[in-house]
């Protein structure tokens, strides 16, 4: 049995996320397991590094797969390109040890949330970012950023209800990143919760609005509760840029 990793970008605009759902097949995962069925008559099944949701992008998507099947890494990618549809691209397949493990053996994930600060919307990038015309304090945002660095219980920036799971996670960096106008929110982390980077994102605008203050966000992340925290920012500025192992 031959264990295949893939490298995988797409566009999450019109998709339900990545997992695998019975009642839609507009999944990113449920698309690619198709073609692979297909091509080497398996039932196959993907294991990917963790879930994007509705309308969440990915610029390095990593996910692996068993096969029995003698097609060359190669001749896979080609028939994957041919057949996926043009906002799904796998980018490379390798072949990797038995025991890895998209998810499981994940050290870190960086994702980056894009915002066009700009006046007006960009009709060619509208798809892709959140648009605010109201100009950030980005002075702030990166002080209110520095509390979320480290380990934390991060119960209040996540829509996880009623979990036994941990909601301790790590953030290794925040990075906010400003070219002409245009944002780049770069969090890098040992694992996410659901809705965590699109919350965290959500409370940083309301500081760069004024309408919180840095030493608030470590109230709220001490306080561990969702409404103390930023609404949840748009998904479609949203990309999984990284992953790491």
């Not at 980018?91 to 994940?106: Q, T």
């Not at 400003?178 to 770069?186: C, S």
């Not at 109230?219 to 992953?243: H, M, S, T, Y």
């Amino acid at each position: 049995m031959r264990n295949l990793k893939m490298t995988i970008s797409y566009d999450g605009f019109k998709y339900k996320g990545w997992q695998k759902q019975k009642e839609t097949d507009l999944t990113i995962q449920g698309k690619i397991e198709a073609v692979l069925s297909k091509m080497t008559g398996e039932a196959i099944q993907i294991v990917g590094c963790g879930r994007t949701d509705s309308g969440v992008h990915a610029e390095n998507y990593i996910a692996n797969f068993h096969t029995k099947s003698p097609f060359t890494t190669d001749t896979i990618l080609d028939y994957l390109y041919e057949y996926l549809p043009e906002d799904i691209g796998v980018k490379s397949i390798e072949e990797v040890p038995e025991r890895f493990h998209a998810r499981y053996n994940v050290k870190s994930k960086t994702y980056v949330y894009r915002i066009n600060n700009q006046k007006f919307r960009d009709v060619f990038n509208r798809k892709y970012t959140y648009h605010l015309a109201e100009k950030l304090d980005l002075s702030e945002m990166r002080n209110a950023s520095e509390v979320l660095i480290g380990s934390h219980d991060f119960q209040s920036f996540t829509n996880i209800k009623n979990s036994d799971k941990s909601t301790i996670r790590t953030i290794n960096f925040i990075n906010i990143i400003e070219k002409d106008g245009l944002l780049d929110i770069e969090v890098n982390g040992n694992g996410f919760l659901w809705n965590m980077v699109r919350i965290i994102v959500g409370t940083l605008i309301e500081v760069g609005k004024g309408n919180l203050k840095p030493k608030e966000v470590e109230k709220i992340l001490n306080e561990k509760k969702r409404w103390e925290a930023g609404p949840l920012a748009q998904a479609k500025g949203l990309f999984l840029r990284d992953v790491t192992y």
